[in-house]
Structure formats: C-alpha cells, structure tokens
C-alpha cells in the first residue's frame, strides 16, 4: 500500500486512517510541482493528492478512499460496516466534510480563483469566513453531546475533520472558538498515531 501525499492537506486523513489500520505501508510526500508530473498524473489525472495505490489500483478523491479503506480493513473499525447502524451518518459526515467544508477552505486559501475581479480577493475571503464559520457551528453543535463525529467511537470520520479544523486555527475566527471540535482535534493529537503523522510531515499539531 502506498499514499501520495502533502504535509498538512486532507492525505492527512489518509495517512492516520493507515496507522490506525496498522499494517505496512508507504509514504511519499509530493510537491506542487510533483503533482503535475507526467507520471504522477497516470495515477491521479486531477494532479492533486491524496492517491492511494492498493494492489497496484489507484484510488483517487479523499471521501472514496476513505470508504475503501473502512471496508477493505473492517478488522480496523474505521467506520461502520455496510447496512451497520450509522452508516448513513457515516456518509453523511464524510460527504459534508470533503464536499462542503472542503471547498470553502479553497476561497479562502486561493481566492484569486473565484473572482476574475483582481481587487476582489479580499472580498470572497470575507465571503468563505462566514461559510466556514456556518459549517464548523454545525459540527460543534453536533459534537455536544458526543465525543466523536459518530458516537462514542472514533472514526475516519474524526480523521477527515482533522486536517479541515487544524487550517481553521490561522481564521479570523479560530478553531479553538468551536469548543466541541477543539476538544476533539487535541485528543487525536496527542495519539500515538497522529504523532507519527505529523513526524513523517515534518508539522505540528496546530494545539
């Protein structure tokens, strides 16, 4: 098994899936560059990571290759199991975090791509602060009564979250202004596996 990856974007999810799953893998850490090689784009047309290679078939897109993973290794728990109790929810957090929040991080990490407009980048930062803000309040209402974005058991739902909350630390409106989901980040981080993470990025956690 081997994850195409890049210090602290969405592969990171990924990455910590793997070492909760425990069996031998391989990391390699691309750089923009990189990722727009000829070779790389056989593996990922999109040119952009995470890719996964498990017994030589790429997986592309963070959502699928998490579900792969949940149900390649059920021996892991990853998730809930197909037809399982929570397997909608298990859709549903997955979806809503990679095609909800996810995009509202790109106006604000690279506006210029939103307005043809060049004194308008401001503006639509301004503009993905106030959608961040909407879906992070839902997350944290969600995670009042719960210590996971599932129940009582953690998941590669928890793990997608990660990534997405530690970039909301440099906002106007930090994550640690969200108590529910900065509670949560500081106990992924301060796992065994989660360390190991960031120590094969060369980062650190944002808590």
């Not at 425990?22 to 990722?35: A, F």
């Not at 990679?98 to 506006?111: A, D, I, K, M, R």
């Not at 928890?158 to 630390?169: H, K, N, Q, T, V």
Request: proline fraction near 8%; include cysteine; glycine fraction near 6%.
């Amino acid at each position: 098994m081997k994850l195409y990856s890049a210090p602290g974007t969405c592969a990171t999810a990924i990455h910590i899936a793997l070492e909760w799953i425990g069996k031998p893998y391989e990391v390699e850490h691309l750089s923009m560059k990189q990722m727009k090689e000829p070779e790389y784009l056989k593996l990922n047309p999109s040119g952009v990571v995470p890719t996964f290679v498990n017994n030589e078939i790429p997986y592309t897109e963070a959502a699928a290759i998490l579900f792969h993973l949940t149900d390649a290794f059920p021996e892991a728990e990853l998730g809930p199991a197909v037809g399982g109790e929570n397997r909608a929810e298990f859709y549903r957090w997955i979806s809503f975090l990679s095609g909800t929040l996810h995009p509202y991080y790109w106006l604000h990490f690279v506006p210029s791509r939103f307005t043809t407009d060049e004194e308008g980048t401001e503006a639509v930062q301004e503009a993905s602060h106030v959608m961040i803000d909407k879906a992070l309040t839902q997350i944290d209402n969600h995670l009042a009564n719960r210590p996971y974005m599932l129940g009582e058991k953690k998941s590669v739902v928890d793990a997608l979250l990660y990534p997405m909350a530690s970039w909301g630390y440099g906002l106007p409106k930090p994550t640690s202004e969200y108590p529910n989901i900065h509670d949560l980040v500081k106990r992924l981080a301060s796992e065994e596996a989660v360390t190991n993470v960031h120590r094969s990025q060369g980062t650190h956690p944002k808590v």
